[in-house]
């Protein structure tokens, strides 16, 4: 291709067998949305939970231990109801206040 070609071919300046069709040699995807059944889960695993609170595997088993942090187990699972994970925040939060 001649130096020059592509812009001309865009402002519709050539055309011909010579010049190359970008049009269809450049894919562009559309951005696909991420499927949600549901914005906000009722249960989170362990791992989920200790991500959201920031805090390690150990701390967390600790929370669950002491009681502070309540949890389900479903078969061999253990589970963390966000609501349990809301209350303990708020309980947080509370005793902070009282600082």
């Known amino acids: ?5 592509f812009s001309r071919k865009l402002l519709g300046l050539i055309s011909g067998d010579d010049v ?4 269809s040699s450049i894919a562009v995807s559309a ?3 991420t ?10 695993t362990v791992e989920q ?10 701390h967390l088993y600790q929370l669950l231990g002491r009681g502070e942090l ?8 253990r ?4 609501a349990a994970l809301d209350r303990y925040i708020e309980r ?6 009282t600082i």
Do not use: C, N, W, Y
């Open 1 to 5: 291709m001649k130096k020059g070609t």
């Open 20 to 23: 190359p069709d970008f049009e």
């Open 31 to 33: 951005p696909q949305a």
């Open 35 to 44: 499927p949600r059944v549901d914005d906000r889960q009722l249960l989170l």
């Open 49 to 58: 939970a200790q991500r959201r609170l920031a805090i390690g595997r150990s």
């Open 70 to 77: 309540k949890s389900v187990r479903i078969g061999g699972s």
């Open 79 to 82: 589970r963390i109801p966000v």
């Open 92 to 97: 947080m939060l509370e005793d902070d206040e």
